[in-house]
Protein backbone atom coordinates (compact mmCIF):
# COMPACT_ATOMS: atom_id res chain seq x y z
CA UNK A 1 0.00 0.00 0.00
CA UNK A 2 1.47 3.05 -0.85
CA UNK A 3 0.68 6.91 0.02
CA UNK A 4 -1.08 7.40 -2.65
CA UNK A 5 -3.94 5.12 -2.28
CA UNK A 6 -3.89 6.24 1.71
CA UNK A 7 -4.84 9.50 -0.33
CA UNK A 8 -7.23 8.02 -2.34
CA UNK A 9 -9.26 5.95 0.72
CA UNK A 10 -9.07 9.48 2.90
CA UNK A 11 -11.06 11.32 -0.11
CA UNK A 12 -13.41 7.89 -0.17
CA UNK A 13 -13.65 8.62 3.89
CA UNK A 14 -15.22 12.08 3.63
CA UNK A 15 -18.09 11.01 1.46
CA UNK A 16 -19.21 7.31 4.03
CA UNK A 17 -22.44 9.07 5.93
CA UNK A 18 -21.88 6.11 8.46
CA UNK A 19 -19.25 4.32 10.50
CA UNK A 20 -19.95 0.91 8.81
CA UNK A 21 -19.53 2.36 5.36
CA UNK A 22 -16.18 3.79 6.66
CA UNK A 23 -15.23 0.30 7.86
CA UNK A 24 -16.39 -0.87 4.19
CA UNK A 25 -14.42 1.79 2.39
CA UNK A 26 -11.39 0.86 4.25
CA UNK A 27 -11.56 -2.77 4.16
CA UNK A 28 -12.16 -2.94 0.59
CA UNK A 29 -9.02 -0.52 -0.07
CA UNK A 30 -6.16 -2.60 1.75
CA UNK A 31 -7.80 -5.96 0.62
CA UNK A 32 -5.96 -5.24 -2.49
CA UNK A 33 -2.89 -5.13 -0.74
CA UNK A 34 -2.61 -7.90 1.37
CA UNK A 35 -4.59 -6.78 3.87
CA UNK A 36 -7.84 -9.24 5.06
CA UNK A 37 -9.55 -7.89 8.11
CA UNK A 38 -9.45 -4.55 10.13
CA UNK A 39 -11.07 -2.93 13.21
CA UNK A 40 -11.53 0.92 14.72
CA UNK A 41 -12.92 1.57 17.49
CA UNK A 42 -11.49 2.56 21.29
CA UNK A 43 -10.88 1.71 25.01
CA UNK A 44 -12.85 3.82 27.62
CA UNK A 45 -13.39 3.95 31.23
CA UNK A 46 -16.53 3.18 32.90
CA UNK A 47 -18.38 2.28 36.33
CA UNK A 48 -17.94 -1.48 35.50
CA UNK A 49 -14.39 -1.02 34.38
CA UNK A 50 -12.84 -0.69 30.98
CA UNK A 51 -14.33 -1.45 27.99
CA UNK A 52 -13.66 -1.63 24.19
CA UNK A 53 -16.10 -0.51 22.12
CA UNK A 54 -15.72 -0.53 18.14
CA UNK A 55 -16.93 1.50 15.23
CA UNK A 56 -16.60 -1.13 12.67
CA UNK A 57 -15.25 -4.52 12.77
CA UNK A 58 -14.35 -6.65 9.82
CA UNK A 59 -13.32 -10.10 11.66
CA UNK A 60 -14.97 -13.43 10.37
CA UNK A 61 -18.52 -13.78 12.86
CA UNK A 62 -16.86 -17.08 14.08
CA UNK A 63 -13.63 -15.38 15.37
CA UNK A 64 -15.37 -12.89 16.67
CA UNK A 65 -17.55 -15.52 18.87
CA UNK A 66 -14.74 -17.61 19.21
CA UNK A 67 -12.52 -14.28 21.21
CA UNK A 68 -15.65 -13.83 23.07
CA UNK A 69 -16.48 -17.32 24.20
CA UNK A 70 -13.14 -17.89 25.21
CA UNK A 71 -12.35 -14.46 26.87
CA UNK A 72 -9.06 -14.10 24.44
CA UNK A 73 -8.70 -10.64 25.49
CA UNK A 74 -7.00 -11.59 28.99
CA UNK A 75 -4.17 -13.23 26.26
CA UNK A 76 -4.38 -10.52 23.47
CA UNK A 77 -1.15 -8.43 23.99
CA UNK A 78 -1.94 -6.03 21.52
CA UNK A 79 -4.85 -4.15 23.57
CA UNK A 80 -3.23 -3.74 26.30
CA UNK A 81 0.13 -1.90 24.50
CA UNK A 82 -1.69 -0.11 22.48
CA UNK A 83 -2.66 1.92 25.91
CA UNK A 84 0.89 2.15 26.53
CA UNK A 85 2.32 3.23 22.74
CA UNK A 86 2.65 6.61 21.68
CA UNK A 87 3.44 5.29 18.28
CA UNK A 88 2.43 2.41 15.98
CA UNK A 89 3.82 -1.09 15.86
CA UNK A 90 3.03 -4.43 14.46
CA UNK A 91 1.92 -7.95 15.92
CA UNK A 92 5.75 -9.27 14.75
CA UNK A 93 7.28 -6.75 16.60
CA UNK A 94 5.22 -7.03 19.24
CA UNK A 95 5.94 -10.84 19.75
CA UNK A 96 9.26 -10.52 19.05
CA UNK A 97 10.11 -8.04 21.99
CA UNK A 98 8.23 -9.28 24.78
CA UNK A 99 7.67 -12.36 26.64
CA UNK A 100 4.49 -14.08 26.57
CA UNK A 101 2.78 -16.64 29.17
CA UNK A 102 1.96 -20.13 28.07
CA UNK A 103 -1.34 -19.17 27.48
CA UNK A 104 -0.75 -16.15 25.22
CA UNK A 105 1.12 -18.61 22.92
CA UNK A 106 -1.26 -20.48 22.70
CA UNK A 107 -3.67 -17.89 21.75
CA UNK A 108 -1.22 -16.23 19.25
CA UNK A 109 -0.82 -19.55 17.45
CA UNK A 110 -4.25 -19.78 17.45
CA UNK A 111 -4.05 -16.77 15.59
CA UNK A 112 -1.81 -17.91 13.34
CA UNK A 113 -3.63 -21.06 12.71
CA UNK A 114 -6.20 -18.34 11.48
CA UNK A 115 -3.93 -17.21 8.53
CA UNK A 116 -2.64 -14.04 10.59
CA UNK A 117 0.82 -13.44 9.68
CA UNK A 118 1.13 -9.38 10.62
CA UNK A 119 -1.21 -6.31 12.03
CA UNK A 120 -0.63 -2.56 11.78
CA UNK A 121 -1.82 -1.27 15.34
CA UNK A 122 -2.65 2.77 15.31
CA UNK A 123 -3.15 3.81 19.02
CA UNK A 124 -4.88 7.11 18.96
CA UNK A 125 -4.36 8.85 22.78
CA UNK A 126 -7.20 11.20 23.65
CA UNK A 127 -8.00 13.70 26.41
CA UNK A 128 -9.51 11.88 29.75
CA UNK A 129 -7.44 8.82 29.24
CA UNK A 130 -9.41 7.10 26.33
CA UNK A 131 -7.48 5.37 23.74
CA UNK A 132 -8.59 4.95 20.41
CA UNK A 133 -7.03 2.11 18.00
CA UNK A 134 -7.02 0.90 14.19
CA UNK A 135 -5.76 -2.37 13.29
CA UNK A 136 -5.18 -3.66 9.86
CA UNK A 137 -4.49 -7.38 9.56
CA UNK A 138 -2.41 -8.95 7.02
CA UNK A 139 -1.06 -12.31 5.14
CA UNK A 140 2.20 -10.58 5.27
CA UNK A 141 4.92 -8.72 7.35
CA UNK A 142 4.17 -5.25 7.68
CA UNK A 143 8.12 -4.21 6.86
CA UNK A 144 7.92 -1.80 4.16
CA UNK A 145 8.12 2.22 5.61
CA UNK A 146 5.77 3.82 2.84
CA UNK A 147 3.29 1.10 3.64
CA UNK A 148 3.47 1.96 7.32
CA UNK A 149 2.89 5.67 7.26
CA UNK A 150 0.15 4.99 4.33
CA UNK A 151 -1.96 3.11 7.19
CA UNK A 152 -0.94 5.22 9.77
CA UNK A 153 -2.68 8.24 7.74
CA UNK A 154 -5.86 6.14 6.84
CA UNK A 155 -6.25 4.77 9.94
CA UNK A 156 -6.11 8.11 11.93
CA UNK A 157 -8.94 9.54 9.86
CA UNK A 158 -10.64 6.89 9.45
CA UNK A 159 -10.58 7.19 13.17
CA UNK A 160 -11.69 10.72 13.32
CA UNK A 161 -14.29 10.09 10.44
CA UNK A 162 -16.25 7.84 13.09
CA UNK A 163 -15.92 10.09 15.79
CA UNK A 164 -17.57 12.95 13.69
CA UNK A 165 -19.95 10.50 12.05
CA UNK A 166 -21.45 9.98 15.79
CA UNK A 167 -19.14 8.09 17.85
CA UNK A 168 -19.18 4.68 19.69
CA UNK A 169 -22.69 3.80 20.03
CA UNK A 170 -24.08 2.83 23.46
CA UNK A 171 -24.13 -0.83 22.77
CA UNK A 172 -21.58 -1.41 20.59
CA UNK A 173 -19.52 -3.30 23.54
CA UNK A 174 -21.27 -6.73 24.31
CA UNK A 175 -21.42 -7.44 27.90
CA UNK A 176 -22.00 -11.05 27.37
CA UNK A 177 -21.08 -13.81 24.72
CA UNK A 178 -24.29 -14.11 22.09
CA UNK A 179 -24.75 -17.80 21.41
CA UNK A 180 -25.47 -19.22 17.76
CA UNK A 181 -28.91 -19.47 18.31
CA UNK A 182 -29.26 -16.14 19.11
CA UNK A 183 -27.12 -15.09 16.40
CA UNK A 184 -29.69 -17.37 13.71
CA UNK A 185 -32.88 -15.54 15.59
CA UNK A 186 -31.11 -12.68 14.83
CA UNK A 187 -30.09 -13.00 11.19
CA UNK A 188 -33.63 -14.36 10.14
CA UNK A 189 -34.90 -10.85 12.30
CA UNK A 190 -32.79 -8.98 9.44
CA UNK A 191 -34.28 -10.82 6.89
CA UNK A 192 -37.68 -9.86 8.31
CA UNK A 193 -38.94 -12.60 9.48
CA UNK A 194 -41.59 -13.03 12.31
CA UNK A 195 -41.13 -15.05 15.26
CA UNK A 196 -43.40 -18.08 14.27
CA UNK A 197 -41.87 -17.56 10.63
CA UNK A 198 -38.47 -18.23 12.64
CA UNK A 199 -39.58 -20.55 14.83
CA UNK A 200 -40.64 -22.81 11.90
CA UNK A 201 -37.25 -22.24 10.10
CA UNK A 202 -35.80 -23.29 12.98
CA UNK A 203 -37.32 -26.34 14.58
CA UNK A 204 -38.48 -24.52 18.00
CA UNK A 205 -41.16 -22.73 19.09
CA UNK A 206 -42.38 -18.94 18.69
CA UNK A 207 -42.22 -18.03 22.64
CA UNK A 208 -38.42 -19.82 22.46
CA UNK A 209 -37.31 -16.94 19.51
CA UNK A 210 -38.85 -14.62 21.41
CA UNK A 211 -36.88 -15.24 24.55
CA UNK A 212 -33.75 -15.75 22.57
CA UNK A 213 -34.48 -12.15 20.54
CA UNK A 214 -35.12 -10.37 24.34
CA UNK A 215 -32.06 -11.98 25.60
CA UNK A 216 -30.14 -10.33 22.68
CA UNK A 217 -31.86 -7.31 23.22
CA UNK A 218 -30.84 -7.08 27.22
CA UNK A 219 -26.87 -8.09 26.07
CA UNK A 220 -26.66 -4.84 23.72
CA UNK A 221 -29.05 -2.99 25.68
CA UNK A 222 -30.94 -1.87 23.35
CA UNK A 223 -34.95 -1.50 23.01
CA UNK A 224 -36.47 -3.28 19.40
CA UNK A 225 -35.11 -5.79 17.83
CA UNK A 226 -34.53 -3.61 14.65
CA UNK A 227 -31.75 -2.18 16.86
CA UNK A 228 -30.63 -5.77 18.23
CA UNK A 229 -30.32 -6.66 14.51
CA UNK A 230 -28.72 -3.80 13.19
CA UNK A 231 -25.54 -3.58 16.73
CA UNK A 232 -25.12 -7.15 16.06
CA UNK A 233 -24.32 -6.05 12.40
CA UNK A 234 -22.27 -3.37 13.17
CA UNK A 235 -20.04 -5.44 15.55
CA UNK A 236 -19.61 -7.76 12.38
CA UNK A 237 -21.31 -10.99 13.84
CA UNK A 238 -23.69 -11.27 10.98
Not at 9 to 25: F, R
Not at 36 to 54: A, L
Not at 170 to 195: F, I, N, T, W
Not at 208 to 214: A, K, L, Q, R, S
Request: charged share 25%; net charge neutral; proline share 4%.
Amino acid sequence: MKLADSLLLIEELKKCASSQAVGAAFANTIASHGFNMVSCGGSRETPSGRVWDFFFNTWPPEWLLEYQRNDYVRQDMLPAIARLSATPFTWVELLRDREQTRKQIEFHNRVRELGVIDGYAVPIHQPGGDVGLCVSVSTHVIDDPEERLALHMASLYAHQRCQALGGLTDASSVKAPLSPRELECLKLVLDGKSDTDIGKILGISHTTVHFHVERVKKKLGVRTRTQAATMVMTLGYL
